[in-house]
């Protein structure tokens, strides 16, 4: 089982590291993963509380603390989870009154330490010659609350000294107390050569002072870790802002009357009220009323969203116009908000390969840098025979020595890079999965749901001579209803929006699925087939022309279905699954970054070869099973490439559990998004190239940050042991103090430069003057009433996003002269025009385009 630990004490990335490794020998723990920014460690272990225990009793024999976090709801839990940034806000103000205290004593410090050295005025009691005593006194009444102040540095690091695990905290100890010692026993010199009157020693022993060195040196690192602090607080910006999105109260109908309660206590099951302007507090189905809802926060789509009864609403989403009630589903905990967070969460305590690189040169650093300074100061005591020397480079040695920049490298920056993708859609389970597709060079997608929109829609209409659009949907529509096949369903919504009540409580009898043919039935008394020509041909009836017109759309990925009454053709519809209008750009994109597409489909290989001809895949494999799709994963992985599937069923999952990074669609199955490492919460393919953009972003920001802490220390490190001394170039342990600090800031800004990341323009590929998606063809019929002929004519209109755009639509076409009867559906995006056989089409279009849309009309 997966249990978070609070951990305390560590500082630098060898104490990460230190606590890692002794929670990972205890046994039954199967990993360990400590995150040093959130001072916490996830613990995958056999669930035993004596094996917790163990992991506790480890923790703390290493020189830290840990506690086993409990879980909400168990007895003595929190009541409510602390917002992420909270402890980094208590952690700034630590700082702060630190460092406020620290600065107040350390600038008369300085002042009276190096005033004489620079000429600067002094109080006429520490002025001159006789005052060298009174002036080493003061110099330590103001260095000791500099030391009582920072006395976490000494606490920490020499208990971790005696642990054999120096960390970071115990090179300052080391530094700053040897300064302090060395100034102690040479005031105590001093006093000796006063009582002796040995002027010599008094101004030889006054002259190797180092109490400002000692104060000096804590407040540069304080200021330092102050602003490493609130840099750091920046990196869970993302989760608090997830977590602000939900709202506190909720309005809820309880005993008839509506009560506004908090969000926590609302039960599965309670009926919600919202208004315009309110969030949404839990994920449910709404029951009555209507809203436009902006679901951006979630899925990143800017256009709100129209719903009515029967859709689902997602927590934290808000709506903008409308009233509606909402019956919860999940609440709390349970919800698509919560989970997300925990995703990103999950994801930022993760450890990527990087990191676990810098993780293991962070455990051994500390020691070495150790190792150096005592070589290095018996090297210059023996060279220079000056102990004030020897003692300088070692303690500059031990205080510009910096593990904490090699630390935080990686897990800043995946904190900010998960942060980023979760901002726009994009979840992504593991800092492994972010660093691995960076590497990607081979995209595998699935194709209903993912390349194409999932939901099969009827894109033609065909009439055999002397039969009504009327007939032949009532037919269609009377012998559908009763299949459970997709493409039944989408027959079936053609004719509630086309003829509403047509088939007006057909009597159906005798109702038979043909296998590998189609339905069969007596509709009305009247014998009638649905299915395909092999059916046809089999019960005796002539397509005609329709056989050649089902050939056409045949090889446009349409699946053409053949109907008939009493052994007579009445016409053809064409059913298919609509490319997603992102799915060529996406791919587009994803060829640019150098990556081969792959579209991999159990569908048959006419149908596979349209939608790859129009989305513009290098490679098409048809007729797949679940199994192969795994297969043809590993079979590229084999070859060397670094795969990503991308998919939405679960007949995808074992592909996705294959690949190196497995991509799910959001709008998928739980089994296909469990199963992946990245989900993509508007389930659109494009997203996939914009987590590859993230995912190289992350990594060339983690490279920059140990380059630079590596670079830092391979370069300070020699400077301060003294290595251009001969040239005159020595580094003061102030300086390296205040170098050691800002290094820490410097890579924590260099990782939130991420904040600012932004995915590249979509390459959107030249589209054709018209794009026909939905042609419906029937027969002129000569009216004995009118004198002029009518058609009814379908168009395509995209651009519309709410009602007020399909009122402008209707306005537009019921304009044009000869137009009697205009019909406007948002949700399918055509405009139906009932008009005169003399109105041209080029009328039509060119009244949508005049009114600020695009359409197309067969």
Known sequence: MRETFDITGMTCAACSARVQKAAGEVPGVACANVNLLKNSMELDYDGSPETAAAVVEAIERSGYGAERRRRAGEKG???KEERPGAAAERAIREKRDQ???SAVFSVPLFYVAMGPMFGWPQPPFLAGEASLMAQGLTQLLLCAPILFVNRRYFFTGFK????RAPNMDSLIALGSAASAVWSVAQLYRMAWAVGSGDAVTLHAAAHNLYFDSAGMILTLITLGKFFEARAKGRTTDAIAALMDLAPKTAVVVRDGAEVEVPTEDVRVGERVIVRAGASIPVDGVVLEGAAAVDESAITGESV??????????TGATVSTRGWIAVEARAVGDDTTLAGIIRLVDEATSSKAPIERMADKIAGVFVPVVIVIAAVTFVAWLALAGDVATALTHAISILVISCPCALGLATPTAIMVGTGRGAANGILIKSAESLETACRVDAIVLDKTGTVTAGEPRVTDVRLVEGVSEGDLVRAAAALERKSEHPLAGAICAYADERCPGADGGARVERFEQVPGGGLSALVDGIPVLAGNARLMAARGVALGELASAAEALADDGKTPLFFSANGRALGMIAVADPVKPTSAAAIARLRAMGARTVLLTGDQERTAAAVARQVGVDEVIAGVLPAQKEAKVRELQEAGHVVAMVGDGINDAPALAR???GVAIGAGTDVAISSADVVLMRSDPADVATAMELSRATMRNIKQNLFWALFYNAICIPVAAGALSPWGVTLNPMIGAAAMGFSSVFVVSNALRLRTWKPSERV???????VEIESVSVDVVESAERKEPTMTKTLNVTGMMCQHCVAHVKKALEGVEGVSSVDVSLEAGT?????????????LVAA???AGYEAAVA
């Open 848 to 850: 949508v385009v005049d």
């Open 659 to 661: 690949s190196d990074v």
């Open 304 to 313: 709100p969203r129209e719903l009515g009864p029967g859709d689902h609403v």
């Open 99 to 101: 460092l406020v205290v």
């Open 831 to 843: 405009a139906t025009v009932e008009a005169a056989d003399s109105v041209a089409d080029e009328a």
């Open 160 to 163: 971790t000294l005696a642990h």
């Open 77 to 79: 839990a929190a009541a």
């Open 764 to 770: 959107t590929p030249a589209a054709p003057a018209v």
